[in-house]
Structures are given as C-alpha cells and as structure tokens.
C-alpha cells in the first residue's frame, strides 16, 4: 500500500498522461491524407495494385492504434495496481485491497460505511472507570480513522483534566461474608475479639 502523497501526484500525472495519450490515439485516424489521383490514366492492373497497397496500410493503421491502445491500458492497469489500498479488513478477516478514496486511507465503501456510524457519546466523568471509558472510545475512534489527532487531542486534554479533578479513590474494607468482623486495638494488650 503506497501512502506517500508525493507518489500519489506523481502518479496522477502519469496517469493523466497516459489517458491524454489514449484519447489522441483515437484521432490518430484521422491524420492520413488522400491524393487525388486521375484514375482513368492508370490502367486496370495498377489500379488494383494501388488500392490492395492502400489496404494494407489501412490495416497497418488500424493494428498499430489497436497495440498503442493496448499499450495504454496495460500502462493504466499497471498505474492502478500501484494506487493507495483500503485500510480496513473485510468481515472475514481479509484485506479490502480496494483502491482508496483520493485523499483517504478508505474504500469508498468503508469510507461511507464509516460515516454513518454513531459519534463519540461521553458521559458524565464522575469515577474512574467513565474517564477509562472515554479515553478507550477516543483510541477506538482514532485507531478506525473516525476522529483526527487535532480533535482526539481536545478530547483527550479535557478527559485529563476532568479525571484530575475527581476525588482520590479510598478502599473501603468490607467483611467477608460469613465471618466475624475482628477488630484491632490500640494497645498490645488487647486480644482479637
């Protein structure tokens, strides 16, 4: 997968020049010139020669416009396989391998299929585990391609703050279910009770 933007351009204008060398092939036909030539002067024979030599160079035309054509389109396929390939992985674990949107590191598929999924939903940070939780669903929806670095950084500074400003967690000791509850006293010479 070829995710260099520079390459990308560069094989745009390759590209662009091979398609403008396909359309000129087609005019290519009509480029050729007649003569008039006074066909009463020339005799039977030498008529039949001159128009099986035109024939042929007919032909001759038409098989080189075909190759050139041919040879564009290999050039074009081969640009093709050359282009920027969809990030995502298909359902049964395979690669996309589609080509990627211009600009993007998904299939016009994926890429629509991305844009239509819910965004972020944070709730209110008021323990531990919501301000894990958000931080889980930012690195989600950057890791996807979802959200972009500039906005994951807002979110990811405001889940910071907020999270600093919760209260320190304090263990609370409960007993286990079943068995006394012992205390510890002050002094050495209190017993376990």
């Not at 128009?51 to 040879?71: F, G, H, P, S, Y």
């Not at 989600?140 to 910071?160: C, H, I, P, Y």
């Not at 304090?170 to 012992?182: E, S």
Request: glycine content about 6%; some cysteine.
């Amino acid at each position: 997968m070829v995710e260099d933007p520079a390459y990308a351009r560069q094989v745009e204008a390759e590209l662009e020049e091979l398609e403008a060398e396909l359309e000129s092939l087609g005019h290519e036909e009509e480029t050729y010139e007649f003569v008039d030539l006074d066909f009463d002067s020339l005799s039977e024979e030498e008529v039949k020669e001159r128009a099986a030599v035109l024939d042929e160079q007919i032909d001759q035309a038409k098989k080189r416009i075909e190759t050139n054509r041919r040879a564009v389109n290999l050039g074009l396929l081969k640009k093709a396989n050359q282009t920027p390939r969809c990030s995502r992985l298909k359902k049964n674990g395979e690669p996309c391998r589609a080509p990627a949107v211009k600009g993007e590191s998904l299939c016009y598929f994926h890429a629509s299929a991305a844009g239509t999924k819910a965004a972020i939903q944070i709730d209110v940070l008021e323990d531990r585990e919501s301000v894990q939780i958000t931080l889980k669903q930012i690195m989600e929806f950057v890791a996807s391609g979802k959200m972009n670095s500039r906005d994951a950084a807002v979110l990811l500074r405001a889940t910071q703050i907020a999270g600093a400003m919760l209260k320190p967690q304090t263990k609370m000791m409960q007993p286990a279910k079943g068995k006394p509850v012992r205390s510890i006293g002050v002094n050495a010479e209190e017993r376990w009770g």
